[in-house]
């Protein structure tokens, strides 16, 4: 690899879904773009790279889904070559200085924004948001929740913003505990009381309408996003993002029968945002359609 002149290392916050450095947007088969706080998946698909240095202002993971093929890196002004293929994964911490060169490849790209490590970072000993580069690994809990982020691109977002926002704080989580030389997370006592269960649970229920956000209803249980998710399943049976779906089709029934509203007014009084996924979700529920479910009515 040619040594080029090093260029100059950005130390603003990041600003996540912005095009990374040395990908043209035409490399871009789709993206989550700003869909989600603190965390973006993209598919790149490149024809060959063989870039400058640069950095990403955000924590990267980088999943290969297809056919092998031989990488040459520059970090931190040693080089290095490997080969890498379908089911590996390699993690960059943020602002690492980076060059890359490559051939034709498929790159699934996660990025999250440090301060999202560094909030879930707090529950672990030692971790300090601090992200140990990983060149070639094999994780299975990085390509699950990789997949279920793609799926919901793909699928066009139908869990809504705290299902992504769930899983990039999961996947936040083990990064910080696997790969940041922090050990097992900290013991701790105390977690979702009966009184903070209570004000998130009402907080949802006059909020359902809102585009309800994970750290927003931490913030009401005076915890952090990972913490809160936990106990919220462990407390209630059912990840935050199912619970505000299933309320939100709760309330779509009583507004069925007790109103003479549309099924799309039905759909945005109940907080599903547009009729097509308020269909979606409410005949995943109940077993029927909207309409069916009103003409069933007694």
């Not at 060169?101 to 924004?113: P, S």
């Not at 909030?119 to 990085?142: F, K, M, N, S």
Request: charged share 25%.
């Amino acid at each position: 690899m040619r040594k080029l002149a090093r260029t100059k290392i950005e130390t603003r916050e990041p600003r996540l879904g912005e095009p990374i450095p040395v990908i043209d947007d035409e490399h871009v088969r789709w993206s989550s773009g700003n869909e989600w706080q603190d965390v973006v998946v993209e598919l790149h698909c490149i024809d060959a790279l063989d870039s400058p240095e640069f950095c990403i202002p955000a924590h990267t993971v980088v999943l290969h889904p297809g056919a092998r093929v031989k990488v040459e890196q520059k970090i931190r002004g040693r080089y290095r070559s490997y080969w890498l293929g379908a089911g590996d994964v390699e993690i960059f911490p943020a602002y690492l200085p980076l060059q890359i060169r490559h051939g034709r490849k498929d790159i699934l790209i996660l990025t999250l924004a440090p301060a999202l490590v560094a909030r879930v970072g707090a529950e672990t000993p030692g971790a300090r948001a601090t992200l140990h580069e990983q060149p070639r690994l094999r994780d299975a809990r990085i390509e699950q929740i990789a997949a279920m982020l793609a799926g919901e691109v793909q699928a066009g977002f139908p869990h809504g913003r705290l299902y992504g926002e769930a899983l990039g704080t999961a996947l936040a989580a083990h990064l910080a505990m696997r790969y940041s030389g922090a050990g097992p997370p900290r013991s701790r006592t105390g977690g979702l009381s009966p009184h903070r269960l209570r004000r998130v649970l009402e907080y949802i229920d006059a909020n359902l309408t809102e585009d309800l956000r994970l750290d927003a209803l931490a913030a009401v249980a005076d915890l952090n996003p990972h913490r809160f998710a936990h106990n919220f399943k462990h407390e209630i049976g059912l990840a935050p993002h199912q619970y505000v779906i299933r309320e939100r089709v709760e309330r779509a029934k009583r507004l069925l029968r007790e109103t003479e509203m549309t099924v799309a007014a039905v759909a945005y009084a109940s907080g599903f945002g547009n009729p097509s996924r308020f269909t979606l979700w409410f005949r995943r529920i109940t077993g029927m359609t909207p309409s069916a479910f009103r003409g069933d009515a007694p």
